[in-house]
Each structure stands twice: as C-alpha cells, then as structure tokens.
C-alpha cells in the first residue's frame, strides 16, 4: 500500500509539473521577479527614511540640550559674579547632567550615522541591480517572443502546429470525400452503360425496335469502313467510290425488306 501511494503521489507530481511547465510564461516570471525587487527596493529607501528621521530628531535634541547646556553656565557665570556661589555651582551641576545626556544623544547620533550610510550604500548597490535585471529581462523578454514568433512561423509553414494541422486535417478530408464521390459516379455510369443497372426513370429506357435500328446503323457503318478499306486496297479512289455507293444501295435494299416483309 506504501509502494501504491509513493507511486501515486510520484505521478501526481510529474503531472503537476508537467501541467505548471506548459502554464508558466518566462515573461511573466521575470515580471514578477521585477515586482519583488521594486519592492525589496521600496522597503530599503524607506528604511533608509526612518533612519535619517531619526537622526535629524537626534540632531534636534542635541542643538536643544546644547543650547540649554550653554545658558546654565552663563548663568553659573552671572551668578558667581553676583556672589552667589550656591547658585553658580547648582547651575554648573545641571550643566554637568545636560553634557551628559548630550554625550549619549552624540553615540547614538553617530549609530543611526553609521546605519544611514550603510543603508544608503545598500540602497544604491541594489537600485543598480534592479536597473541590470530590468534590462537584462527586457532583453530576455523580447528575445522569447522573437523565439515563439518563429516557432510558429515555423511550424505553420511545416504544418505542426494545432492550427495548421486542422486546417490540413480539413482539407485532407474535403479531399478523400471528393474523390469518393467522384468513383462512386464513375462506377455508377459504368454499371449503367453495361446494362447492370436499370435506368428506373424512364428517361433513358429504349424499346426493342430502336434498339434493333441502333444495331443495324452500328452494322451499316462498319460495312461501309469494310468496304471503303477494300477499295483502297483494290485499286485507288474510284474504286473506293463504287464500293461506297454499292455499299449504300446494298442497305438501302436491306432497309426495304421489311416493308415488303409486311405488304405480304
């Protein structure tokens, strides 16, 4: 049953990919292969825009814990002008506490600096791969097409294609029914010339009278060829005169027998 099954699912495969071999189109996968890379594409630009947002917040925070850096210790400065050194070394202590923030605010800033580049760099290397492959794809495209138009230019002049092989399939059957009808015809005439066939129609049915004078018209004529032949053999064109004319009186008394036949 194992065997069974790993043979059938073994079919179904080859079938299946058989099936999907006829249903792909190079084209169309290299179209899709196009997308996907405009997409990939797309995600990195906008990761390269987060993080330059990024950094231009980090650079605004920084400008602004600067510029409160900068006014504590001129206060500091006034206040120990003033005498007040309490309030001097309060505001050189907040001071201290902003320079640091400003300090971790300044390795991150170079991180996302850093990550910036990089992706910018990576950005720009796969844009010019997608330029290469959709070059490279237009070239593959159009050469498949150029292929498949003369594969079928090809095969309608060999006549293989599904079209071509119908159109002749046609033909050939226009062809042999024709020639089939016309032997039929021709037997049909020949059996109604030899008598096999009856002519039911009454068109071309003769009585037993006219029947007896085609034949002994048909007789008259070979008398005649019989006799003109010997008179060119006996002795010239006189000769083949008489004996025509003999000939004609000689079927012309045949001719009159049967009229005397019937006054008796």
């Known amino acids: 049953m194992s065997g069974v099954m790993k043979r059938m699912g073994m079919i179904f495969r080859a079938k299946a990919n058989k099936a999907l071999d006829r249903a792909e189109d190079p084209r169309e996968t290299l179209d899709y292969s196009y997308q996907k890379q405009l997409e ?28 409160q850096s900068a006014k504590l210790e001129d206060q500091g400065r006034k206040a120990l002008a003033l005498g007040r050194e309490d309030l001097a070394r309060e505001a050189l202590s907040r001071r201290a506490s902003l320079q640091q923030q400003v300090s971790d605010l300044e390795v991150q800033h170079q991180t996302l600096q850093g990550e910036e580049e990089k992706l910018t760099l990576a950005a720009q290397r796969l844009q010019a ?55 039929r015809a021709g037997a049909i005439d020949e059996l109604l010339a030899s008598g096999a066939l009856d002519d039911r129609s009454g068109l071309g049915s003769k009585d037993d009278i006219q029947a007896e004078l085609d034949r002994l018209s048909g007789g008259t004529d070979v008398e005649l060829e019989l006799q003109r032949m010997k008179a060119e053999l006996a002795g ?21 027998a049967p009229h005397r036949f019937d006054k008796q």
């Open 129 to 183: 791969k997608v330029d290469a492959f959709r070059t490279k794809k237009e070239t593959i495209k159009a050469t498949y097409t150029a292929a498949q138009a003369q594969t079928r230019i090809a095969e309608s002049f060999s006549g293989i294609s599904e079209e071509m092989s119908d159109v002749g399939l046609a033909i050939q059957r226009a062809e042999d029914k024709t020639a089939q009808l016309q032997a």
């Open 40 to 67: 990939l594409l797309q995600k990195v630009r906008r990761g390269v825009a987060d993080v330059a947002t990024s950094r231009k917040r980090l650079e605004l925070q920084l400008n602004q814990l600067q510029g």
């Open 236 to 256: 010239g064109p006189a000769a083949q005169q008489q004996a025509i004319e003999g000939g004609a009186q000689g079927n012309g008394q045949q001719s009159q």
